[in-house]
């Protein structure tokens, strides 16, 4: 900011300089006409007006020069400017695909879970029906042993059966072990993934707290850039009214360019700040299959400092809209940009929220 300043400054000196020669060029014009009490060589005036001419001539050409020195480093850093929001939309991008990615992970243990359960039951049924057939063949052996007095055939027969009935026990109780080993393996499987889930969502916090800093740096040089071009717009009105009749309409131009530039710059940080909003509201709803692929239409009013003062859903799903009026209520207070032209327009938005399921 000092450099334009200071470039402002000499480009103001310059001018001045440049109207000063004029007049003194004008004043050697009216003091060269000689008087006659004193005879002056006329030629000598008229050299001295050729030499504060080309004076003159080369002050324009270096104020031209530092005219456009300047357009050429304004237009640099708008280049800058549109690469950074480039870099730093694909990198919110690929941070939404690895929470994505983390959360379908997280999804899937606990449907393995879930299965897991189930299969659990149903060896335990099968192991409830096999204890049942155990006590019935027990049952059948001590009425075995009572007819052994009468037949001693039917009571080896009946003896064959028992052994029989205990073999298919021991078949039974060593399924139901094996069943035991894996419901366990089952379990083990489920607490490693739910392990792997807790290290995602640190990692996850991490990231957002990289970005919550990343963002409040921007903020701040955002802040120290729209103060430079408040200053640089007083210098430029100083400059235009000097020079305004040489570069009025090239400047009206270039200012017009700027301000198309900065709006854009807006927009993109509104955007920003909207995906920000709609990833709080996401932290706060509570979702339902049903809710998958709908959405809703909220209106948002939030204070200066991102309190939120009123919510309404608008078109959309109703069961959409009135979970995230409920999540924006529950989280009382949303991302807000210290920026006072961003957060102008954050103050009062329209948001399209879509639950992830």
Same mark, same amino acid.
């Given at each position: 900011?000092?450099?334009?300043?200071?470039?402002?400054?000499?480009?103001?000196?310059?001018?001045?300089?440049?109207?000063?020669?004029?007049?003194?060029?004008?004043?050697?014009?009216?003091?060269?006409?000689?008087?006659?009490?004193?005879?002056?060589?006329?030629?000598?005036?008229?050299?001295?007006?050729?030499?504060?001419?080309?004076?003159?001539?080369?002050?324009?050409?270096?104020?031209?020069?530092?005219?456009?020195?300047?357009?050429?480093?304004?237009?640099?850093?708008?280049?800058?400017?549109?690469?950074?929001?480039?870099?730093?939309?694909?990198?919110?991008?690929?941070?939404?695909?690895?929470?994505?990615?983390?959360?379908?992970?997280?999804?899937?243990?606990?449907?393995?879970?879930?299965?897991?359960?189930?299969?659990?039951?149903?060896?335990?049924?099968? #192991?409830? =029906?096999? /204890?049942? *057939?155990?006590? +019935? @063949?027990?049952? $059948? %052996?001590? &009425?075995?042993? !009572?007819? #052994?007095? =009468?037949? /001693?055939? *039917?009571?080896? +027969? @009946?003896?064959? $059966? %028992?052994? &029989?009935?205990? !073999?298919?026990?021991?078949?039974? /109780?060593?399924?139901?072990? +094996?069943?035991?080993?894996? %419901?366990? &393996?089952?379990? !083990?499987?489920?607490?490693?993934? /739910?392990?792997?889930?807790?290290?995602?969502?640190?990692? %996850?916090?991490?990231?957002?707290?990289?970005?919550?800093?990343?963002?409040?740096?921007?903020?701040?040089?955002?802040?120290?850039?729209?103060?430079?071009?408040?200053?640089?717009?007083?210098?430029?009105?100083?400059?235009?009214?000097?020079?305004?009749?040489?570069?009025?309409?090239?400047?009206?131009?270039?200012?017009?360019?700027?301000?198309?530039?900065?709006?854009?710059?807006?927009?993109?940080?509104?955007?920003?700040?909207?995906?920000?909003?709609?990833?709080?509201?996401?932290?706060?709803?509570?979702?339902?299959?049903?809710?998958?692929?709908?959405?809703?239409?909220?209106?948002?009013?939030?204070?200066?400092?991102?309190?939120?003062?009123?919510?309404?859903?608008?078109?959309?799903?109703?069961?959409?809209?009135?979970?995230?009026?409920?999540?924006?209520?529950?989280?009382?207070?949303?991302?807000?940009?210290?920026?006072?032209?961003?957060?102008?327009?954050?103050?009062?938005?329209?948001?399209?929220?879509?639950?992830?399921?």
């Amino acid at each position: 900011m000092k450099e334009s300043q200071s470039n402002f400054s000499l480009s103001a000196v310059v001018s001045i300089a440049l109207h000063v020669g004029l007049l003194a060029i004008l004043g050697l014009s009216v003091t060269s006409t000689p008087l006659k009490s004193t005879p002056q060589p006329q030629h000598k005036a008229i050299e001295a007006v050729v030499v504060n001419s080309k004076a003159v001539q080369q002050q324009v050409e270096r104020i031209k020069k530092t005219q456009q020195d300047k357009l050429a480093k304004e237009r640099k850093r708008q280049r800058d400017a549109e690469a950074r929001i480039q870099k730093l939309n694909q990198e919110r991008k690929q941070k939404e695909r690895d929470i994505a990615k983390a959360k379908a992970a997280q999804k899937k243990a606990e449907q393995a879970t879930k299965r897991a359960e189930a299969k659990r039951v149903v060896k335990e049924k099968e #192991r409830a =029906k096999a /204890e049942v *057939a155990a006590a +019935k @063949a027990e049952l $059948q %052996r001590k &009425k075995n042993v !009572a007819q #052994r007095k =009468k037949s /001693e055939a *039917a009571a080896k +027969k @009946a003896e064959q $059966q %028992r052994k &029989k009935k205990v !073999a298919e026990t021991k078949r039974a /109780e060593q399924q139901r072990a +094996k069943k035991v080993a894996e %419901r366990k &393996k089952a379990e !083990a499987a489920a607490a490693t993934a /739910e392990k792997k889930r807790k290290v995602a969502e640190q990692q %996850r916090k991490v990231a957002e707290n990289k970005e919550r800093e990343r963002l409040a740096d921007i903020a701040r040089k955002q802040k120290a850039e729209q103060e430079r071009k408040r200053e640089q717009a007083k210098q430029e009105k100083l400059l235009q009214q000097q020079i305004e009749a040489e570069f009025g309409a090239d400047l009206d131009s270039e200012i017009k360019q700027l301000d198309a530039v900065r709006n854009q710059e807006i927009i993109s940080e509104v955007d920003e700040y909207k995906l920000r909003i709609s990833s709080t509201i996401q932290k706060y709803i509570l979702t339902d299959q049903t809710m998958k692929g709908k959405s809703c239409i909220l209106d948002i009013r939030l204070s200066d400092s991102g309190l939120v003062l009123d919510v309404s859903g608008g078109k959309g799903d109703k069961l959409v809209c009135r979970a995230a009026v409920n999540a924006v209520n529950k989280a009382g207070s949303l991302p807000m940009s210290k920026d006072p032209e961003i957060a102008a327009k954050l103050k009062n938005i329209k948001l399209i929220f879509e639950p992830e399921i």
